[in-house]
């Protein structure tokens, strides 16, 4: 568990005494004394060592401090401080992070291939959990060839993009990429998108808390169909959206043909038997649902001719 310390030493005067201790052999010169020359001597090797227990925080940064392997604290103070040199001081940025997932193909819930990825914007919280629960990213030198091991904003990165991959994959094959139903009570990718965010941050959320990492916002940056599906999909929407129009303007058409017919019977202004009202409908049917302007046919004998 993460603990937070205050450090009382200031980094100003242990920085005055490493110097002081650095300049020390230049008492020799004033005193040949062999003693005096070993204790400048002495001095100035301790000041490299002192040195090293001086550090500087910035805003928004924390130093993780552990002794001999023991977890000691974590300090987020901003300042110049010094500290036990034997402390190994590891840090961390707590500053917000944004980070663009790759185009990852995978299949909706239909088992329809589709491409999607997400921004999410993420900061760590827990500073003893980033330290000590993500993996360190192994260097590898080019001169001297040894392996050091690094706690660089890359390790977090890497780990980060894994994760919210991973959650993408997931929150794909939970639903499907569109409605072709027109159920409003179905959550689809492309039209759910307040839903689909939250429920993408909490997958997300869930997969990095054991890190420490607390998730700012994740949306969905791109989504669509995959290339080899794309055009089939494309025409499968347009007949939907044919289908669609043509169901609006029969209903629009039959409540006009029943209102046309009530108002006629109503008002008396002609009697119509079955069969004549048959063939008002069906010319009426005919003009509204049209796709073309109706080109009218003037009688020039009786009603009935």
């Not at 040195?51 to 987020?76: C, D, E």
């Not at 569109?178 to 759910?192: A, H, M, P, V, Y």
């Not at 202004?269 to 010319?283: H, P």
């Not at 509204?288 to 046919?297: M, T």
Request: net charge neutral; aromatic share 8%; proline share 3%.
């Amino acid at each position: 568990m993460e603990k937070i310390i205050k450090l009382s030493q200031n980094g100003y005067p242990h920085l005055f005494l490493a110097l002081l201790m650095l300049l020390s052999p230049l008492l020799a010169f004033l005193c040949v004394l062999p003693i005096l020359i070993a204790i400048t001597c002495l001095l100035c090797l301790l000041s490299f060592f002192w040195f090293s227990g001086l550090m500087i925080i910035n805003p928004n940064q924390s130093r993780v401090l552990t002794l001999f392997g023991k977890y000691k604290g974590t300090v987020k103070e901003n300042g110049f401080f010094w500290v036990n040199p034997f402390y190994v001081k590891r840090k961390i940025s707590l500053r917000v992070h944004n980070l663009e997932s790759d185009f990852i193909k995978v299949n909706d819930l239909l088992g329809n291939p589709i491409v999607i990825s997400a921004i999410v914007v993420w900061r760590i919280v827990d500073t003893y959990k980033a330290a000590f629960v993500i993996e360190s990213s192994e260097e590898t030198s080019l001169k001297t060839g040894q392996k050091t091991h690094t706690y660089a904003n890359s390790s977090f990165e890497s780990f980060v993009k894994i994760q919210v991959e991973a959650a993408l994959r997931s929150l794909a094959h939970s639903y499907p990429y569109d409605d072709f139903d027109e159920n409003k009570d179905t959550i689809c990718l492309r039209s759910g998108v307040d839903e689909i965010n939250k429920a993408l941050e909490k997958e997300i959320s869930e997969r990095l808390v054991i890190a420490g990492i607390e998730i700012q916002e994740a949306r969905i940056s791109n989504l669509s169909y995959a290339p080899e599906i794309a055009s089939s999909m494309l025409q499968r929407q347009q007949a939907q959206a044919v289908i669609a129009a043509r169901t609006k303007i029969v209903e629009g058409a039959v409540s006009m043909v029943e209102m046309a017919l009530e108002k006629l019977s109503k008002e008396n202004i002609i009697q119509l038997d079955e069969e004549r009202k048959a063939a008002m409908v069906s010319n009426l049917l005919i003009v509204l649902c049209s796709d073309h302007s109706a080109k009218p046919v003037i009688n020039t004998g009786t009603l009935y001719q």
